[in-house]
């Protein structure tokens, strides 16, 4: 367990301003609250100092997790973002997307999201943006990265694919399937 080296940490805020923009900063930054960024076995976890304190007195081959997992980094030295995220990439979702139900079942089986499964969208969200998806009843249930913008919503075919599915909260359910 230790901070993030400038590199990583560039690599991390990358991926956050990708979903939550500006807003980003404010997660490190935060005169309310101590909240750090921490790499332990290859995972970024987003915690706050005075669990850290006691987090210190374990031994780090028994720690298993602390905080919230934001996410890993990969072999290759990408960020990948998890689902654990989704909480905090949906309190500060710079652009979100509102499916209809019949394309909720689909996106949380792990697909793509068509126009045709979306109800609402935010305003001037532009093609390859980091968006939170969200159900009908404004529940997080992933989120993923646009393929045209908002604009060109109107004049895509109904079946081509909007947004490309990154992370779902399906995802747990197939990985254990999987095992």
Same mark, same amino acid.
């Given at each position: 367990?230790?901070?993030?080296?400038?590199?990583?940490?560039?690599?991390?805020?990358?991926?956050?301003?990708? %979903?939550?923009?500006? !807003?980003?900063? %404010?997660?490190?930054?935060?005169?309310?609250?101590?909240?750090?960024?921490?790499?332990?076995?290859?995972?970024?976890?987003?915690?706050?100092?005075?669990?850290?304190?006691?987090?210190?007195?374990?031994?780090?081959?028994?720690?298993?997790?602390?905080?919230?997992?934001?996410? !890993?980094?990969?072999?290759?030295?990408?960020?990948?973002?998890?689902?654990?995220?989704?909480?905090?990439?949906?309190? %500060?979702?710079?652009?979100?997307?509102?499916?209809?139900?019949?394309?909720?079942?689909?996106?949380?089986?792990?697909?793509?999201?068509?126009?045709?499964?979306?109800?609402?969208?935010?305003?001037?969200?532009?093609?390859?943006?980091?968006?939170?998806?969200?159900?009908?009843?404004?529940?997080?249930?992933?989120?993923?990265?646009?393929?045209?913008?908002?604009?060109?919503?109107?004049?895509?075919?109904?079946?081509?694919?909007?947004?490309?599915?990154?992370?779902?909260?399906?995802?747990?359910?197939?990985?254990?399937?999987?095992?």
């Amino acid at each position: 367990m230790r901070p993030l080296t400038d590199e990583e940490t560039k690599l991390v805020l990358e991926k956050l301003v990708k %979903y939550i923009g500006k !807003k980003a900063t %404010y997660m490190v930054s935060n005169e309310e609250t101590n909240y750090v960024f921490r790499l332990h076995r290859q995972r970024v976890y987003y915690c706050d100092e005075d669990l850290l304190k006691f987090v210190g007195t374990f031994e780090k081959k028994k720690l298993i997790s602390f905080g919230t997992c934001l996410g !890993k980094f990969t072999k290759t030295g990408k960020f990948r973002l998890n689902i654990t995220a989704l909480d905090y990439l949906a309190k %500060y979702a710079q652009y979100k997307i509102w499916i209809k139900p019949n394309g909720e079942q689909m996106y949380l089986y792990g697909h793509h999201i068509v126009k045709s499964h979306i109800d609402r969208i935010t305003e001037d969200t532009p093609a390859n943006a980091g968006v939170v998806i969200f159900n009908i009843k404004d529940v997080p249930i992933g989120f993923g990265t646009t393929a045209k913008s908002a604009v060109d919503l109107k004049d895509c075919n109904p079946n081509m694919i909007f947004v490309y599915n990154q992370s779902d909260v399906g995802e747990y359910l197939r990985i254990e399937d999987a095992n």
